[in-house]
């Protein structure tokens, strides 16, 4: 299973931003799709998750009500949507991959991204 973000940037606090996570097609019914975040000498935080056959999504109580995940089946895709973006959202966002049911801890998850940048700015 091969992932592949993209769609960060730099923008201002109050702004929308949508990241894209395509997936090889190697992920099957069994998986579920996350994100995760990691800011600047911080440790990688869990964002949300979404089970690739259900739908079923989670959050982390950070984002809950501000970022929306969601999956198109027939582009192999996850999306995170995020909305009024603040400065504390600024991190390296990464997609994951896991067979574990709507894991939200690191070590759960074999198969990663590469990471785009997102940048709010004050």
């Known amino acids: 299973v091969q992932l592949v973000e993209s769609g960060g940037g730099l923008v201002q606090a109050g702004d929308s931003l949508r990241l894209s996570c395509v997936v090889s097609?190697?992920?099957?019914?069994?998986?579920?799709v996350g994100w995760f975040r990691q800011a600047p000498g911080k440790g990688r935080e869990f964002v949300a998750v979404?089970?690739?056959?259900?739908?079923?999504?989670n959050y982390a109580d950070s984002v809950k009500g501000r970022f929306t995940i969601s999956r198109e089946k027939r582009k192999n895709a996850v999306y995170l949507g995020m909305y009024t973006l603040k400065p504390e959202d600024t991190a390296t966002y990464y997609c994951a991959a896991s067979q574990f049911f709507r894991p939200t801890m690191e070590k759960d998850y074999p198969y990663w991204g590469q990471g785009t940048q997102v940048t709010v700015s004050s």
């Open positions: 979404i089970g690739w056959n259900s739908g079923e999504a």
């Open positions: 097609e190697g992920i099957d019914s069994s998986y579920d």
